[in-house]
């Protein structure tokens, strides 16, 4: 058998290229097959080939969190199945989120890849359902108290059994959620797409041979596992801590959930741990230790190795101190469905207690999630659909450049669901889609715009959800003397003496044909003293409409004037302005 010593870097690299570019087929099967926008157009996904043992060998862009779940999703199966009951042409499902991370709605389709009798790999797809059959429809619940409320539970079933359909087990899924045409149409995508997980893989095996592939990934990690190291090894020995509040657990009310990371490095290997957060909650915010250290694994990654794609390696130097029973390390059946919140801040807070020890590499605060959720159940009020739009922020600024805008960076590649879909598939009109620069926050290097959103509604019947956090304790934290992004805002019936400011997560509200409400997402926090600003970006961001002349002069320090051609910076009165600044 060859090891992993006996391998070139050149079959290596061939290999490795094959197994993401399996995984990239698997994506664009999901998405030319999936019936939900919320797949094929937000990628609310996680797709990878992961190796007997949860190694990652090969992943596609989609939802950060999932790619970080899908080897501990398949160290779970192994652990109650045993590998000797998986056999050609087995299909599992799993969704009970303390043996695969995330939600209950985000179920995971995986089946055994086998050449020449030998099990090989693993081709596993995570992805949202559009309902799952829970309180409330399309999951998200905003204060479930337990994860039987949340939905129906899958613990590694075989939905397919040596190429046999487990007909009753279909038919159970379809009799208990609320869209079913929806749902089987994605979970046939699902099996479309891990499908072609298996035939790729299976392709690379028969012209190398199972053995030098599975070497060949095992060369990469460890070269994977060294580049890590040595990135790790630049950060000084010590402990680096941060800590955010939620603004409630979506149950209890105006009762804070402290979120605490502290990430010790030693040499070259890390060591995260959650002392400092709140006991487990009773409403849905919580984490599990899986989705909890695939939080974590999301920003070293970011920090480290960005570009590469994701395998096994990137997370070999992290280690973890779990204390069972926080927030971040909650134990069944702690509610857990609102669990993105808590993911996207512990990226955050990873990022903010690292830039204590290497500022140039790291943004300042990013952006909470803010989502929307459309929904008619009842038949009578008419045609039943669901509509989920999550809506993207602005990022921190960048120690050289702006922040980004239209992305959350704990959730990796998620677009917003474009308008023209929207308007083709749901009673819904978007009156206003446009950048939102006020929530920015001001610095040397701005956070990134925030996104308005203007809805109206077309038929009767309609559920509104919103998804906002962090409105007290903003996540757009500014950095070395930048200023703070303001927090997301819905505002439903604006303009009417209906107005209803919502502020809160665990908000709902019943809409009819003609009520509008408005979304605004969050913007990334400032990067340095805004009076050190390039004039030129300011002049650009004035030109660009997303900074006034007024703004620029009191909050830049830069004076910009109009002649009959266009815009250009003062620079008399500009160094006078910031001279008087500084004095």
């Not at 741990?273 to 990654?301: E, H, M, Y």
């Not at 602005?394 to 959350?408: C, E, F, M, S």
Request: glycine content about 10%; hydrophobic content about 40%; some cysteine.
């Amino acid at each position: 058998m060859n090891g992993p010593d006996k391998i070139d870097v050149v079959t290596a690299e061939i290999v490795r290229n094959g197994m993401t570019s399996a995984a990239l087929e698997m994506a664009r099967t999901l998405r030319l097959t999936a019936y939900n926008p919320l797949l094929f157009e937000s990628q609310d996904f996680g797709l990878g080939i992961v190796s007997p043992g949860g190694e990652m060998w090969g992943e596609a862009p989609g939802v950060a969190a999932f790619i970080g779940c899908l080897g501990d999703t398949i160290r779970t199966g192994v652990a109650e199945l045993g590998l000797e009951a998986f056999h050609e042409d087995d299909v599992l499902i799993v969704n009970d989120p303390y043996l695969s991370g995330t939600h209950i709605s985000d179920t995971t389709i995986y089946r055994p890849i086998f050449h020449a009798g030998r099990l090989v790999a693993f081709s596993s797809a995570t992805a949202h359902w559009a309902d799952i059959g829970g309180k409330e429809p399309g999951g998200w619940c905003r204060d479930s108290t337990s994860i039987y409320q949340e939905g129906v539970c899958f613990n590694h079933l075989k939905l397919v059994s040596r190429g046999e359909r487990n007909t009753e087990l279909f038919k159970l899924i379809a009799a208990n959620v609320r869209f079913p045409g929806l749902v089987m149409g994605d979970l046939e995508a699902k099996l479309a797409s891990t499908r072609q997980g298996v035939l790729r893989v299976q392709a690379l095996c028969a012209k190398y041979g199972a053995d030098v592939a599975a070497a060949s990934m095992a060369f990469v990690i460890e070269r994977t596992d060294a580049a890590v190291r040595r990135k790790i090894a630049e950060i000084p020995d010590g402990s680096y801590g941060a800590a955010m509040s939620l603004d409630s657990d979506g149950v209890v009310e105006n009762d804070p959930v402290r979120l605490a990371v502290t990430l010790r490095v030693d040499g070259d290997r890390m060591t995260a741990s959650f002392d400092g957060t709140s006991p487990s909650r009773t409403g849905p915010i919580n984490l599990n230790p899986i989705v909890a250290a695939s939080s974590v694994r999301i920003a070293l990654k970011a920090l480290t190795m960005p570009t590469d794609p994701t395998n096994a390696g990137h997370f070999r130097a992290l280690d973890f101190d779990i204390t069972p029973g926080t927030a971040l390390t909650a134990q069944r059946p702690a509610p857990c469905d609102s669990y993105g919140y808590s993911v996207v801040t512990v990226v955050e807070l990873c990022v903010q207690a690292l830039a204590k020890a290497v500022p140039d590499w790291c943004p300042a605060g990013g952006s909470q999630l803010t989502g929307i959720v459309l929904s008619r159940s009842d038949p009578r009020d008419g045609t039943p659909f669901i509509f989920s739009d999550p809506v993207d922020c602005g990022t921190g600024g960048r120690p050289h450049g702006d922040g980004a805008v239209l992305n959350v960076m704990g959730n990796g590649d998620v677009p917003t669901t474009p308008v023209e879909i929207v308007e083709t598939r749901y009673p819904v009109r978007i009156e206003r889609f446009e950048y939102a620069p006020h929530v920015a926050g001001a610095g040397r290097y701005r956070g990134g715009a925030g996104v308005r959103r203007d809805y109206r509604i077309l038929e009767e019947g309609l559920n509104l959800n919103v998804m906002v956090e962090n409105t007290v304790d903003v996540m757009g934290r500014g950095a070395h003397g930048g200023r703070p992004g303001k927090p997301a805002r819905v505002v439903v019936h604006p303009g009417t003496d209906r107005e209803i400011v919502v502020t809160r997560h665990n908000s709902a509200h019943r809409l009819r044909a003609g009520d509008a409400f408005t979304a605004t997402t969050s913007g990334g926090g400032g990067l340095g003293d805004p009076f050190e600003r390039d004039p030129t970006d300011v002049l650009r961001d004035v030109r660009g409409e997303l900074l006034s002349a007024e703004d620029a002069e009191t909050t830049y320090g830069v004076r910009v004037r109009r002649d009959a051609e266009a815009w250009f910076v003062d620079e008399e009165s500009t160094t006078a302005l910031r001279a008087a600044d500084a004095r």
